[in-house]
């Protein structure tokens, strides 16, 4: 990475920086940029500003602060498309509008060594979101299943793909069952990892062929999951020293909702949950893809783990999803209810290993580290 790479966490600046050494290619990112928002109809809506930082160039780029205030109070993202009548669904515009005013009046720098840098982590944002609508699947924390025609399971290497076979499509038939006809069984946090897995295939396969090459071939050999997965493919913004805003979101960011019970979180797979905003408001539910939540659904729920725990006859502790729906049902009726469950659940949560006052919401998001030739954060192990 370049030097102005290295210094761009230095920058604490709130919005979308783009920096460069060189002043005439920043210049052509801001113009293109611009123009980008022009087309977009923000343009006018947003203030800029140069500066020299170390050997670099920057502009940073911000929505007006009473736009902000008025759009998005407190940074609370989520009544953005209900606020200017987005329809982020049936208009993929919409959908790129809703991503970059919330990186645009974020409290956090998104710094950018170029115009296509931006565009590509923009495109892998709808990507997601995109792929997290379509994706619908069957909660399973002991069991996994794939399927037979695109994917080989070993021990030591977990699901690889066929030699021959496309990963784009192998990935598409694993999360989508429109596209395959059957629901396979995965835990949440692996879910998300195909669905991020989808969307940066998707944008490499376009603006990076040789890593996309990589990428399938990679799979083909040993997958790369969990920690090492984070570790790869994304960047987190955010953090226990710096939360960000409990109302802020762009769609595309993977995020954690904390279980805040310490006895119900021993549950296999309740521990918390796993999802991604979608935008509008909402948030993935892979199992009942057509019931997205809202903010307030999803803290209600978790809320409600700990009224549903119970241990069976190995005397293993489980959920009982049917009264935890119950509960949740129960206590949406009651304006009351909900506001005090909220009040409590939209705290930030308590460090790893505290179970005290502490909310479920996380104090930071996750999104895809750089991807293109000229500016690549993102290493395969091989």
Same mark, same amino acid.
């Given at each position: 990475m370049?030097?102005?790479?290295?210094?761009?966490?230095?920058?604490?600046?709130?919005?979308i920086?783009?920096?460069?050494?060189?002043?005439?290619?920043?210049e052509?990112?801001?113009?293109?940029?611009?123009?980008?928002?022009?087309?977009?109809?923000?343009?006018?809506?947003?203030? @800029?500003?140069?500066?020299?930082?170390?050997?670099?160039?920057?502009v940073?780029?911000?929505?007006?602060?009473?736009?902000?205030?008025?759009?998005?109070?407190?940074?609370?993202?989520?009544?953005?498309?209900? $606020?200017?009548?987005?329809?982020?669904?049936?208009?993929a515009?919409?959908?790129?509008?809703?991503?970059?005013?919330?990186?645009?009046?974020?409290?956090?720098?998104f710094a950018?060594?170029?115009?296509?840098? #931006?565009?590509?982590?923009?495109?892998?944002?709808?990507?997601?979101?995109?792929?997290?609508?379509?994706?619908?699947?069957?909660?399973? $924390?002991?069991?996994?299943?794939?399927?037979?025609?695109?994917?080989?399971?070993?021990q030591?290497?977990g699901?690889?793909?066929?030699?021959?076979?496309? #990963?784009?499509?192998a990935?598409?038939? @694993?999360?989508?069952?429109?596209?395959?006809?059957?629901?396979?069984?995965?835990?949440?946090?692996r879910?998300?990892?195909?669905v991020i897995?989808?969307?940066?295939?998707?944008?490499?396969?376009?603006?990076? /062929?040789?890593?996309?090459?990589?990428?399938?071939?990679?799979?083909?050999?040993?997958?790369?999951?969990?920690?090492?997965?984070?570790?790869v493919?994304?960047?987190?913004?955010?953090?226990?020293?710096?939360?960000?805003?409990?109302?802020?979101?762009? /769609?595309?960011?993977?995020?954690?909702?904390?279980?805040?019970?310490?006895?119900?979180?021993?549950?296999?797979?309740?521990?918390?949950?796993?999802?991604?905003?979608?935008g509008?408001?909402?948030?993935?539910?892979?199992?009942?893809?057509?019931?997205?939540? $809202?903010? $307030?659904?999803?803290c209600?729920?978790?809320?409600?783990?700990?009224?549903?725990?119970?241990?069976?006859?190995?005397?293993?502790?489980?959920?009982?999803?049917?009264?935890?729906?119950?509960?949740?049902?129960?206590?949406?009726?009651?304006?009351?209810?909900?506001?005090?469950?909220?009040?409590?659940?939209?705290?930030?949560r308590?460090?790893?290993?505290?179970?005290?006052?502490?909310?479920?919401?996380?104090?930071?998001?996750?999104?895809?580290?750089?991807?293109?030739?000229?500016?690549?954060?993102?290493? #395969?192990?091989?």
């Amino acid at each position: 990475m370049s030097a102005a790479g290295q210094i761009s966490a230095e920058i604490n600046l709130p919005g979308i920086l783009l920096y460069d050494t060189s002043q005439q290619g920043l210049e052509l990112s801001r113009q293109r940029f611009m123009a980008r928002l022009q087309a977009l109809q923000l343009d006018e809506d947003v203030d @800029t500003y140069a500066f020299r930082h170390a050997e670099a160039s920057w502009v940073q780029f911000r929505l007006n602060a009473g736009k902000a205030k008025q759009w998005a109070p407190d940074c609370d993202t989520t009544q953005l498309c209900k $606020t200017l009548a987005l329809d982020t669904h049936a208009n993929a515009r919409d959908l790129e509008r809703e991503i970059l005013l919330a990186m645009l009046l974020g409290p956090v720098s998104f710094a950018y060594p170029s115009y296509e840098e #931006l565009s590509s982590a923009v495109r892998i944002r709808q990507n997601i979101v995109q792929a997290a609508r379509l994706t619908a699947l069957a909660f399973d $924390t002991e069991h996994a299943e794939r399927p037979e025609e695109f994917w080989a399971y070993a021990q030591d290497r977990g699901f690889t793909l066929l030699p021959g076979k496309p #990963l784009i499509e192998a990935l598409q038939k @694993t999360t989508q069952p429109d596209r395959s006809g059957k629901l396979y069984s995965f835990s949440c946090y692996r879910a998300t990892e195909y669905v991020i897995l989808l969307a940066i295939a998707q944008e490499l396969a376009a603006s990076n /062929p040789a890593l996309f090459a990589q990428l399938e071939q990679q799979w083909q050999t040993r997958a790369i999951m969990s920690g090492q997965f984070h570790d790869v493919f994304l960047r987190e913004y955010g953090s226990m020293e710096h939360p960000l805003p409990p109302k802020f979101y762009i /769609p595309g960011d993977r995020l954690w909702f904390r279980n805040p019970d310490e006895h119900s979180s021993n549950v296999e797979g309740y521990e918390g949950s796993w999802v991604f905003y979608l935008g509008s408001g909402l948030f993935t539910n892979f199992w009942k893809r057509d019931q997205p939540f $809202t903010l $307030t659904s999803k803290c209600v729920e978790l809320f409600h783990w700990r009224h549903a725990t119970y241990r069976d006859q190995a005397g293993k502790l489980q959920m009982d999803e049917d009264v935890v729906d119950e509960c949740v049902a129960k206590s949406l009726q009651d304006p009351t209810e909900v506001g005090r469950i909220m009040e409590r659940m939209l705290r930030w949560r308590d460090p790893r290993g505290i179970y005290g006052e502490g909310g479920c919401i996380d104090t930071s998001r996750e999104c895809a580290c750089f991807v293109r030739p000229e500016s690549l954060q993102l290493q #395969l192990p091989g």
